[in-house]
């Protein structure tokens, strides 16, 4: 295993439904990443944490809301969704040398397929 | 805008064969370049990471170039076997801040 865990693996949601997505890594890491992969296209990035400080938000819509309590954990919540956010959603760690500098490689879960109804 | 290109959505090649992705980048000058495998269903896994002032960098039997004059990356996986089928990522780091991906090209390895 990579040590990054996320739940759940899938999800199928209603487009006025709230869930929540949660991503743990185990690594000793200080940034986390959300990364979107949807089919034939590349991976996006769409929020990064460095020491639990949000540094990155990529235009992305109000609908995604990420939280990053402490090193170890990310959640994406989720609400009013469309159909077209269906796809992979992806949580990766890394270790950055200074903050917004990272070197590293990325250390991703399994990821969390969701579907919106 | 940034561009990474992979040189094919899908590449099938016999068991035995060298296989060879290509990776380009247009608009930018990475300073580092970092090769993943991805399965089906799975999150991407790093396997090579080669920095600007390295021609070559090679783990087992995987070889990876990186040529800033062509602004390309090559990725070689030499005597491959079936189990290597899977998509390949190519990302590239982004002014030292965060990383762009290639759409990855899709390894058939067919015995």
């Known amino acids: 295993e990579t040590g990054v865990t996320q739940t759940p693996r899938h999800l199928v949601m209603g487009m006025t439904n709230k869930k929540s997505l949660k991503c743990e890594q185990h690594?000793?890491?200080?940034?986390m990443y959300w990364y979107k992969q949807s089919a034939k296209k590349p991976l996006e990035l769409m929020f990064v944490y460095s020491l639990e400080e949000r540094v990155e938000n990529n235009s992305v819509p109000s609908r995604f809301s990420p939280e990053c309590p402490n090193s170890s954990h990310l959640f994406l919540h989720l609400h009013t969704l469309q159909p077209e956010d269906s796809a992979l959603y992806l949580c990766?760690?890394?270790?950055?040398?200074?903050?917004?500098?990272?070197?590293?490689?990325?250390?991703f879960g399994e990821g969390s397929r969701l579907t919106v109804l | 805008s940034q561009k990474i290109e992979q040189n094919s959505e899908a590449l099938n090649i016999q068991e035995g064969k060298t296989a060879t992705l290509t990776c380009n980048y247009t608009n930018y000058s990475p300073a580092y370049l970092q090769w993943y495998r991805q399965d089906p269903g799975r999150g991407p896994v790093f396997l090579l990471l080669i920095r600007e002032n390295e021609k070559e960098k090679r783990k087992e039997r995987l070889k990876v170039t990186f040529d800033t004059t062509l602004k390309q990356s090559l990725f070689h996986i030499t005597a491959s076997q079936p189990a290597d089928s899977a998509t390949y990522l190519c990302?590239?780091?982004?002014?030292?801040?965060?990383?762009?991906f290639g759409p990855g090209t899709r390894l058939s390895v067919l015995p």
């Open positions: 990766a760690s890394s270790q950055e040398l200074n903050r917004g500098v990272n070197t590293g490689e990325l250390f």
């Open positions: 990302a590239c780091d982004n002014y030292g801040q965060n990383f762009v």
């Open positions: 690594l000793g890491h200080n940034a």
